[in-house]
């Protein structure tokens, strides 16, 4: 399971639409200088409506994000009075330091304090722009731990973030209109690393990364959490990671695990018991199976619903006597239902030469385009996706996203599901905070 460490670098991630007017279509979740905006001259533009978000407040101005800033340039804020920390004093030499946190919750001048507006992009080509306000008061944090996205050439990265800010942008960076995000820089593996072109004991080097996420929540809950609801969400390397830190650390210790609205970790293989929603890698936190359940954990793998998983997946394999789970953020009950993507923008999305050079916004959804529901194949469990491709509209029939064999959808993990999840924490959160 160690090298499944897969980041959001997914060599070859590419699809094909038939609509696409040829050159394919732009892989959405890489670690670097990925494109918010594709303009190409030459279409008539569609046309723009403006409608508040669902979430926050209404604003006419479109906000395009800010320059990577690291917090090293944030400006500490002062604390909204909290409970005093009901954990034992906890002292990093790493964490102390702000600049080792990409995002930090209590400070201005991070890449998530920017907002990431979104343009809906209808069947009919129409865009719908939807703003939101940062909410600055959340009531609870989320604590974000990122993939594999380093292009370092040694085995662990360092403390410096690069391509690490662009990644939280995209996986987390809306999630800044439900709660406080606190993202801390680790020593990941790096991609080097993980495609064996750095020397040295891979196995040894996760251990290394796991020990820093091990740090940075043990600082955060007795120095900057004060009691605070928190919201776990991490992919890939991340999530491999946060299932260790909830199978020996969380859910083992009630203190923390009452603190714990969900935890949300795609790309990874989290087990049960065979039936159950829990007994696997937790014994007290279960799968979350409604919006207002809490304490509870969302995990799933896309695949494309007609490329299942094969034996030797990495994502979503079964355990030893445990079954792989799977919640789908568009109806945890059960069944299939449609998502809420928040893909970062790009060309693809619409066919017209030049038709996409109309959105100005730094992130796109696709209203009815995708469905998502888990399955099981050869005991491999997933979130399969399904096009709800129309040839007769001027929207692409296709997304982008789709990696080397085996690896599905992984890299869109979190575009994909990105807005059903940021509605989800709102439901647990005001499930939450009622009871």
């Known amino acids: ?77 002062a604390p909204t009075p909290a ?14 330091d702000p600049s080792h946190w990409i995002c930090r919750g209590d400070t201005l001048g991070d890449p998530c304090d920017d907002p990431y507006p979104i343009t809906q992009v209808a069947a009919d080509a129409t865009l719908t722009v ?3 306000t940062v909410d600055q008061n959340a009531p609870v944090d989320c604590f974000y731990v990122y993939p594999t996205s380093s292009s370092e050439p040694t085995l662990n990265s360092d403390y410096t973030p690069t391509n690490e800010v662009n990644v939280t942008k995209i996986q987390v960076g809306r999630f800044n209109q439900v709660c406080k ?21 891979a196995a040894a ?14 600082y955060y809950l007795a120095n900057l959490n004060h009691g605070r609801p928190v919201v776990i969400i991490s992919h890939s390397q991340g999530s491999f990671h946060v299932d260790r830190l909830l199978r020996e650390e969380i859910d083992p210790n009630p203190a923390e695990r009452q603190l714990v609205v969900s935890a949300i970790l795609p790309g990874t ?89 109309a959105i100005t916004t730094p992130r796109i959804g696709t209203p009815g385009l995708i469905t998502a529901e888990c399955k099981v194949t050869d005991g491999y469990s997933y979130l399969a996706i399904t096009v709800n491709a129309d040839p007769a509209d001027p ?4 997304i982008p996203g789709d990696g080397t064999p085996n690896w599905g959808l992984h890299v869109d993990d979190l575009n994909i599901t990105q807005d059903s999840l940021i509605a989800i924490i709102k439901s647990e959160t005001a499930a939450f905070l009622h009871s």
Request: proline content about 9%; charged content about 10%.
């Open 269 to 357: 293989s989290f087990h049960v018991a065979p039936g159950k929603d829990v007994g696997g890698d937790t014994q007290h936190m279960p799968l979350c199976r409604s919006n207002d359940q809490t304490g509870c954990i969302i995990t799933f793998q896309s695949f494309r619903d007609s490329v299942p998983p094969q034996p030797g997946a990495i994502f979503g394999a079964p355990g030893d006597n445990q079954d792989s789970a799977c919640t789908n953020p568009a109806a945890l009950g059960g069944g299939p239902g449609l998502l809420d993507a928040a893909f970062p923008a790009g060309a693809w999305v619409l066919t017209a030469p030049g038709a996409a050079a």
């Open 395 to 398: 929207r692409a029939d296709d």
């Open 130 to 132: 939807q703003d939101y």
């Open 83 to 96: 409970p005093t920390s009901t954990f034992p004093s906890y002292s990093s030499t790493v964490y102390s």
């Open 181 to 201: 995000i606190y993202a801390p820089m680790y020593r990941s593996l790096t991609l080097a690393g993980l495609g064996g072109k750095a020397t040295g004991d």
């Open 205 to 218: 080097a996760f251990g290394l990364a796991y020990s820093d996420v091990l740090d940075a929540w043990k």
């Open 1 to 77: 399971m160690v090298l499944g460490l897969i980041g959001v670098a997914a060599a070859g991630c590419s699809s094909g639409s038939s609509k696409s007017g040829g050159g394919g279509l732009t892989a959405i979740n890489g670690p670097a200088n990925v494109a918010t905006t594709a303009s190409i001259a030459g279409a008539t533009p569609p046309s723009v409506v403006r409608t508040p978000d669902s979430i926050g407040s209404t604003s006419t101005t479109v906000v395009s994000p800010a320059a990577p800033a690291t917090s090293a340039e944030s400006t500490t804020v």
